[in-house]
């Protein structure tokens, strides 16, 4: 009786693992686990140096990517939004790429509207998408205005107070690029901090992790995030838990589950193995 319920646990129905696994991932949307990443130092530095700069400092924001991204990425965005407007900064927001503007703008309402209260054109201004890439990158150097004339909803820029004596990166005390490859954070460090006198934060998926881990190191980036895992690290830090937790709660129940069918099909393979070696 035992061998024959060993031998149905060893030709398990693989589609128990995957319900199993499904419930462990979409459990953490009903139960809060709460489990706190230990912080590692890019996202530290990340959180110190936004924390260091004078309430209502100007920050000029660039955010870069698309629905594609968006799980890991988007969660980044509210939370940087979310502590520049506790410490009442103000951001001035952009985006290099065409499929993003729909989904900043709604990130922006959601924060910096509907939660803080701020009022548009003087917390905050968002001036939408403009093409051109690194030229784009290299033209605000010499002139936001002439590269932005009117924002997102049409606006000429020289009517948002915000944007009062804003000329160039100078006005600004960081630049904090949000993106998912191409144009981003390689290109803002090849064409905006090696020639002009801005300190950049970034905040990208995880699969760049190699390649801006360097210019951390090399201080070229002040800050970094990466990944769903940098996001969750950062949420904890300004004590905002959101979808990067809970993500990485869902992650962390997969993995668990992971391992018990591991141990459990390794358990049952050796008991029959032996129970066939006595008999």
Same mark, same amino acid.
Request: a positive charge.
């Given at each position: 009786?035992?061998?024959?319920?060993?031998?149905?646990?060893?030709?398990?129905?693989?589609?128990?693992?995957?319900?199993?696994?499904? =419930?462990?991932?979409?459990?953490?949307?009903?139960?809060?686990?709460?489990?706190?990443?230990?912080?590692?130092?890019?996202?530290?530095?990340?959180?110190?140096? =936004?924390?260091?700069?004078?309430?209502?400092?100007?920050?000029?924001?660039?955010?870069?990517?698309?629905?594609?991204?968006?799980?890991?990425?988007?969660?980044?965005?509210?939370?940087?939004?979310?502590?520049?407007?506790?410490?009442?900064?103000?951001?001035?927001?952009?985006?290099?790429?065409?499929?993003?503007?729909?989904?900043?703008?709604?990130?922006?309402?959601?924060?910096?509207?509907?939660?803080?209260?701020?009022?548009?054109?003087?917390?905050?201004?968002?001036?939408?998408?403009?093409?051109?890439?690194?030229?784009?990158?290299?033209?605000?150097?010499?002139?936001?205005?002439?590269?932005?004339?009117?924002?997102?909803?049409?606006?000429?820029?020289?009517?948002?107070?915000?944007?009062?004596?804003?000329?160039?990166?100078?006005?600004?005390?960081?630049?904090?690029?949000?993106?998912?490859?191409?144009?981003?954070?390689?290109?803002?460090?090849?064409?905006?901090?090696?020639?002009?006198?801005?300190?950049?934060?970034?905040?990208?998926?995880?699969?760049?992790?190699?390649?801006?881990?360097?210019?951390?190191?090399?201080?070229?980036?002040?800050?970094?995030?990466?990944?769903?895992?940098?996001?969750?690290?950062?949420?904890?830090?300004?004590?905002?838990?959101?979808?990067?937790?809970?993500?990485?709660?869902?992650?962390?129940?997969?993995?668990?589950?992971? =391992?018990?069918? =591991?141990?459990?099909?390794?358990?049952?393979?050796?008991?029959?193995?032996?129970?066939?070696?006595?008999?």
């Amino acid at each position: 009786m035992a061998h024959t319920t060993l031998q149905r646990l060893e030709k398990l129905d693989r589609r128990w693992v995957f319900l199993a696994m499904a =419930i462990a991932v979409a459990s953490p949307l009903f139960f809060k686990l709460g489990l706190a990443p230990k912080t590692t130092p890019p996202v530290k530095a990340f959180y110190d140096y =936004i924390e260091a700069l004078p309430p209502g400092s100007r920050v000029l924001c660039s955010f870069d990517y698309d629905p594609g991204s968006k799980a890991e990425l988007n969660p980044m965005c509210i939370g940087v939004l979310e502590h520049l407007m506790v410490k009442g900064h103000k951001p001035v927001i952009i985006t290099l790429w065409s499929t993003a503007p729909a989904l900043i703008e709604r990130n922006i309402n959601l924060i910096c509207r509907d939660k803080y209260g701020k009022q548009y054109g003087t917390d905050y201004a968002y001036l939408g998408l403009k093409e051109g890439r690194e030229a784009v990158m290299v033209a605000m150097g010499k002139s936001i205005r002439s590269t932005f004339p009117v924002d997102f909803y049409r606006t000429p820029v020289d009517q948002l107070p915000l944007m009062n004596g804003v000329e160039n990166y100078e006005q600004f005390s960081a630049l904090i690029n949000v993106s998912a490859g191409y144009p981003g954070t390689k290109e803002y460090v090849q064409y905006v901090t090696s020639r002009f006198d801005i300190p950049m934060l970034s905040g990208s998926s995880a699969v760049s992790v190699p390649e801006y881990s360097a210019y951390f190191q090399s201080g070229q980036l002040k800050g970094l995030l990466t990944g769903i895992t940098g996001a969750a690290e950062y949420e904890t830090l300004i004590n905002k838990p959101g979808l990067a937790m809970t993500s990485m709660d869902g992650q962390t129940m997969g993995h668990f589950v992971i =391992i018990a069918f =591991i141990l459990f099909g390794n358990i049952v393979y050796f008991i029959i193995r032996r129970e066939k070696s006595k008999g």
